[in-house]
Nanobody, 114 residues
Framework: QVQFVESGGGWVQPGGSLRLSCAAS????????MGWYRQAPGKQRELVAR???????NYADSVKGRFTISRDTAKNTVDLQMNSMKPEDTAVYYC????????WGQGTQVTVSS
C-alpha cells in the first residue's frame, strides 16, 4: 500500500523559511515523478513543485526562485525547502505522485503571517 506522510509545517513570519518533508512507503520514489501540492482555504489544490524520475525539478511561477524541491532516494523522502515566504503561501501542503494519484495523505499546515 502506497502512503505519503508529510511533516515540517508550522507558523512562520513573512520572509521566513520552512522545510517540509514527505516520507513515502510502499514505493521507491526514484522510479516516479513526485510533486508537492498545496491547497489554500477556498481554493483548488495546485501543484507547487515537481521532481522527475531523473531528479530534475520544475516549479510553479508563484514559487520559482523561492522554493526548492529535492529527494533522498536512500531515505525515500521528498523535501520542499521554502524561503522568502509570503502570506499567500499559507495552505495545507501535500506530496503525491505527479500526476497525482488521487489518494492524498493528511498534509501539513503552513501558515505565513505576522
Amino acid at each position: 500500500q502506497v502512503q505519503f506522510v508529510e511533516s515540517g509545517g508550522g507558523w512562520v513570519q513573512p520572509g521566513g523559511s520552512l522545510r517540509l518533508s514527505c516520507a513515502a512507503s510502499g514505493i521507491a520514489i526514484r522510479f516516479y515523478h513526485m510533486g508537492w501540492y498545496r491547497q489554500a482555504p477556498g481554493k483548488q489544490r495546485e501543484l507547487v513543485a515537481r521532481i522527475d524520475g531523473g531528479g530534475r525539478p520544475n516549479y510553479a511561477d508563484s514559487v520559482k526562485g523561492r522554493f526548492t524541491i529535492s529527494r533522498d532516494t536512500a531515505k525515500n523522502t521528498v523535501d520542499l525547502q521554502m524561503n522568502s515566504m509570503k502570506p499567500e503561501d499559507t495552505a495545507v501542503y501535500y506530496c503525491n505522485f505527479f500526476p497525482n494519484s488521487g489518494a492524498w495523505g493528511q498534509g501539513t499546515q503552513v501558515t505565513v503571517s505576522s
